[in-house]
């Protein structure tokens, strides 16, 4: 079996390890993002899928632009593929890739479709405090993420479960889907199923606005589950004397207190809370202020004697 994996995140890469050191599979290509520049510095790094394509000898590809990219085209026609697995790449792809394997493109996808279709399916199912979530293999076609379903697990969302966490257990899931869906695939004895479209929900690409806290209309809850939606990117922010204050880490501490929606107190030495709309308690842990390195709470208000009974 020849396949070609279009694949960026290391979620991507830990499954394809895994292919590589425990399946027959033939991996011929795989197609990657082009390398990012990085921090101050703007130094071009590698994503890890590149990286475990190239310890292991597989071709890789990083084109700018797939549409109309001929050059590309050829390239994948030459290599008579089976199968091309397509997880989190980012990119529309055209019709020309779709119809270059012998048999399907399919699509990995971590939300029960046809909920959550597009760009953010697991940061979504956290962010609305859904206790499970799923790991969806779909043939795929030209419109995104609406066409039948090869296969699917659950996977249980725990309280404190953050983005990070369900990448990992979908890594322990995914493979095993991943290659007895291929193989029933060839022995034709695969049951696919159609989507209901009426039932389709939608998450867009993360934005500024999504990640920003507002401890004065959002609940305990909503905040928390936030910061476990967006914990690995790009986290949670509000705004201390009008800088950009990244809360890096907190936890909720169900205890009722009087004082107004946005209130910072410290309550005993070790301890720094932010009051939320449902009087409700976030304990702050780990803070960066903007242009600041990050540091621990108690160290962020030794070194900002105001922060204690700020007003966000």
């Not at 085209?73 to 055209?94: C, G, Q």
């Amino acid at each position: 079996m020849k396949i070609a994996f279009f694949w960026t995140w290391d979620f991507s890469k830990n499954i394809l390890k895994w292919i590589l050191e425990k399946s027959d599979i033939e991996v011929k290509l795989v197609v990657s993002q082009p390398d990012k520049p990085v921090w101050r510095k703007h130094i071009l790094e590698p994503t890890q899928v590149k990286v475990l394509a190239q310890e292991n000898n597989i071709k890789v590809l990083q084109p700018e632009i797939l549409k109309n990219n001929t050059e590309f085209f050829d390239v994948l026609n030459k290599l008579e593929l089976d199968f091309i697995v397509v997880v989190a790449y980012w990119k529309i792809v055209p019709k020309e890739v779709l119809e270059s394997p012998k048999y399907w493109c399919i699509n990995i996808h971590g939300s029960i479709l046809p909920m959550y279709r597009w760009a953010s399916p697991i940061q979504e199912a956290i962010k609305n405090g859904d206790k499970e979530t799923w790991l969806t293999i779909m043939y795929m076609s030209k419109w995104m993420d609406e066409w039948d379903i090869l296969a699917i697990e659950k996977v249980i969302v725990d309280k404190l479960d953050t983005t990070e966490d369900i990448f990992k257990k979908f890594e322990l899931i995914g493979p095993d889907l991943l290659i007895h869906t291929l193989k029933w695939i060839l022995d034709w004895t695969i049951e696919w199923k159609k989507q209901n479209d009426d039932m389709a929900t939608f998450c867009r690409k993360i934005s500024k606005e999504d990640w920003q806290i507002d401890f004065e209309s959002e609940s305990w809850e909503c905040i928390f589950n936030k910061f476990r939606a967006y914990s690995v990117w790009p986290g949670i922010y509000s705004y201390f004397k009008d800088k950009k204050f990244d809360i890096e880490d907190c936890e909720l501490i169900d205890f009722e207190w009087s004082e107004k929606a946005g209130k910072v107190l410290k309550l005993n030495k070790k301890q720094i809370w932010v009051v939320c709309n449902n009087k409700k308690l976030l304990l702050f842990k780990q803070v960066k202020l903007e242009w600041k390195k990050s540091m621990d709470i108690l160290s962020f208000a030794n070194g900002n004697k105001d922060f204690l009974e700020y007003n966000f």
